[in-house]
T-cell receptor, first 114, second 111 residues
């Protein structure tokens, strides 16, 4: 019973390609997020959606476009991939107002751009 | 400059030893969380501290929130190889559910 599942686990692709990462949560949470973890293991928020509405959009290149078809799903599409996009991308979910319960993270998608 | 600075960045100790890692900031927070991330997995919440001076225990792990709510520490007693991982502190500094992470401490326990 995976709470937050993201696919694929690994993604190797060439520069210039377009790729998507999918995320689904079965916790009934109303907010979902995308985080990027760099080679130094620093985790930085990219986007946040609450009930399908974009609420946080950090300074991320517009080649990155999140889409939330419903509150249980948040996908990330990346256009024209660049070498610097190589990282581990994590999806997470939470319930607004229940900060003490923390965020639940997926197991990550390791993206390698060659 | 990061909002949450963690130290040490790396720590490698023998099984059975005790250790403390720190999470520091110049800002005051309403709450702070600690997560552990194992290789190939996402971070998993360990604890949330809310009150200044608060101490919480989770088996061999003791978490403390500073009196001024600007810093926190994690103490592990009799470390075991299963404690190996990346320890992250995190907070929502702007009250908008934007969880911001610290710089992390990579802990390795040597059997």
């Amino acid at each position: 019973d995976t709470a937050v599942s993201q696919t694929p686990k690994y993604l190797v692709t060439q520069m210039g390609n377009d790729k998507s990462i999918k995320c689904e949560q079965n916790l009934g949470h109303d907010t979902m997020y995308w985080y990027k973890q760099d080679s130094k293991k620093f985790l930085k928020i990219m986007f946040s959606y609450n009930n399908k509405e974009l609420i946080i959009n950090e300074t991320v290149p517009n080649r990155f476009s999140p889409k939330s078809p419903d509150k249980a799903h948040l996908n990330l599409h990346i256009n024209s991939l660049e070498l610097g996009d190589s990282a581990v991308y994590f999806c997470a979910s939470s319930q607004v107002g229940r900060t003490g319960f923390g965020y639940t993270f997926g197991s990550g998608t390791r993206l390698t751009v060659v | 400059t990061q909002l949450l600075e963690q130290s040490p960045q790396f720590l490698s100790i023998q099984e059975g030893e005790n250790l403390t890692v720190y999470c520091n900031s110049s800002s005051v927070f309403s709450s702070l969380q600690w997560y552990r991330q194992e290789p190939g997995e996402g971070p998993v919440l360990l604890v949330t501290v809310v009150t200044g001076g608060e101490v919480k225990k989770l088996k061999r792990l003791t978490f403390q929130f500073g009196d001024a709510r600007k810093d926190s520490s994690l103490h592990i007693t009799a470390a075991q190889p299963g404690d190996t991982g990346l320890y992250l502190c995190a907070t929502t500094p702007f009250g908008n559910e934007k969880l911001t992470f610290g710089t992390g401490t990579r802990l390795t326990i040597i059997p």
